[in-house]
Every structure is written in C-alpha cells, then in structure tokens.
C-alpha cells in the first residue's frame, strides 16, 4: 500500500493533494507520496474543504465531524484525521 495514509491509534490520517474546481469530486490517482482528489467546489469561502469532508466522510463511512483537516486548511496539500471510519483507506485507492 502506498504512503498516503497512515494509522495514529484509532485515527486514520491521510496525506492528501487537493485539486478544487474540478468538473466532479474523485480520486484522482497518486500525487507523489499524496493521494490525489479532484474536487468539485471552488476554494472560496471553504467550499473546496466541505466537499472535501463531505467526498471523505461518506466513502469512508464515517460521520462528517469524524473528519478533520488537521493541516493545510488553505492549502492543495492536506492532512485529514478519520475517526470511527467503516472503510480503511483502501475504499480510497487501491493502487
């Protein structure tokens, strides 16, 4: 598996890049050591980063307050904590 996520006791944290303005909001492949999403919110007024809780909450199949930007709120490059996911990160990328 690849170095874009990793496990802090029961958190999942994940290394993410971050592509707002995107046509639909999916998972774009490998950015680097970084799982690539595209998004389709604009980075205005933090639109960009509710889709983004919203796109991981629910392939995750968490709830949205479980997920949280930790770093990079004002950034392409994030780092999210999961809590209480359903899914590993493997519902992300399996590649």
């Known amino acids: 598996m690849s170095a874009f996520y ?11 890049h971050v592509q707002p303005g995107a046509r639909r909001t999916e998972v774009a492949g490998l950015h680097g ?6 998004l389709a919110a604009r980075a205005t007024e933090g ?3 509710e889709e983004l809780v919203r796109f991981l909450s629910e392939i995750l199949g968490t709830a949205r307050r479980n997920v949280t930007i930790v770093a ?24």
């Open 6 to 16: 990793r496990r802090d006791g029961a958190r999942l944290v994940l290394e993410l």
């Open 33 to 38: 050591d970084r799982l690539k999403l595209r």
């Open 47 to 49: 639109r960009a980063n």
């Open 72 to 95: 990079g709120e004002r950034s392409r490059t994030k780092r999210v904590a999961v809590t209480g996911a359903a899914r590993g990160p493997e519902a992300l990328w399996s590649g």
